[in-house]
């Protein structure tokens, strides 16, 4: 039997997580897992008040775990993000896919962790707790708290692009998504659905210290898979991903970012 647990505020709500329950953020997969009888938790909770904040930090920029895709469309600080919440589903869904949940999104989603994860983002608890994103990632299915928001810097403009490839447009879920911040020196690329969580291609980022010039472009994409290892699942297969991540890796840096 399910049962609904709501707290006034999301410090209260984390107390009540844990293996058989589920914190409801959008709701847009506890959901539809509760609608499809899943039966690995029972209890879903609730917090009265959502941090939907978008605005200034002392790191650069804060969004709270609460905003959805809709709110990131809506604010104009996070321009450069709007090519990545845009390409989140449909109207729908885009006005209740919360920032938060996109963190804990399985396999074939997390476009938005993917997008986060090139920013370098770090994820802020709601107990105070600050780590990198890359570390709340690599531990999620095992992760105790709660997230309150996330933070980054804007980055430089037209240095940050993105890329989802997916079947059916424009709605479709992602096949792989790519996400690029060429910071000189210290870029970032990051692939959705091309490891169990989005994850970076240190093969490329390497390539990519010293410019991204044609030559560098090219190193880029023929390194792009190291570390990386896809799954097959119904969208497409571990083959199938190897072999179109390095085409459009250069799709994306020759010709900037394009849903
Ligand atoms: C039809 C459809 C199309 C979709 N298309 C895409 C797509 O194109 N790209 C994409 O990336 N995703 C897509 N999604 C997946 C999903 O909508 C998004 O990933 C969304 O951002 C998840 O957020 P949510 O708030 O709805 O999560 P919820 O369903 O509320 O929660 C998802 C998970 O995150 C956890 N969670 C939520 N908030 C927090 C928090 N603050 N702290 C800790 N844990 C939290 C929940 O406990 C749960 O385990 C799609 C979903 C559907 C149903």
């Known amino acids: ?11 209260e709500a984390a107390g009540a997580v844990g293996p058989r329950a589920k914190f409801l953020g959008g709701g847009t997969l506890v959901m539809r897992a509760v609608s499809y009888g899943d039966q690995s938790f029972e209890k ?31 604010a104009r600080d996070l321009e450069f993000l709007h090519p990545v919440a845009r390409a989140i589903g449909g109207p729908a869904i885009r006005n209740m896919a919360t ?66 490839i997916s079947r059916v447009k424009p709605k479709g879920v992602p096949v792989i998504s790519i996400a690029v911040h060429l910071k000189r020196g210290d870029p970032r690329v990051v692939f959705g659905n091309m490891a169990p969580v989005p994850a970076r291609s240190v093969g490329a980022e390497r390539a990519l210290a010293n410019g991204s010039d044609g030559a560098a ?18 969208l497409a297969t571990e083959w199938y991903r190897r072999e179109v991540a390095p085409i459009h890796l250069r799709r994306l840096l020759e010709d900037g970012g394009q849903i």
């Not at 039997?1 to 410090?11: A, G, H, I, K, N």
């Not at 709270?64 to 809709?70: C, I, S």
Request: aromatic fraction near 6%; charged fraction near 20%.
């Open 1 to 11: 039997m399910l049962s609904v647990e709501t707290f006034p505020t999301l410090q």
């Open 44 to 74: 879903i909770v609730r917090a009265k008040t959502v941090d939907r904040a978008i605005g200034s930090h002392a790191a650069g920029l804060r969004v709270g775990a609460g905003a959805t895709m809709a709110d990131v469309l809506a």
């Open 99 to 164: 920032v938060g949940g996109n963190l804990f999104a399985p396999n074939p989603y997390g476009d938005f962790a993917a997008a986060l994860l090139a920013l370098d983002a770090s994820v802020e608890m709601a107990d105070g707790r600050t780590m990198p994103l890359a570390d709340l990632l690599a531990t999620r299915d095992h992760v105790t708290g709660l997230v309150a928001g996330v933070v980054f810097q804007r980055p430089e403009s037209s240095a940050f692009r993105f890329r989802k």
């Open 217 to 234: 472009i090219d190193a880029a994409c023929a390194a792009c898979l190291e570390g990386l290892a896809p799954e097959d699942d119904a």
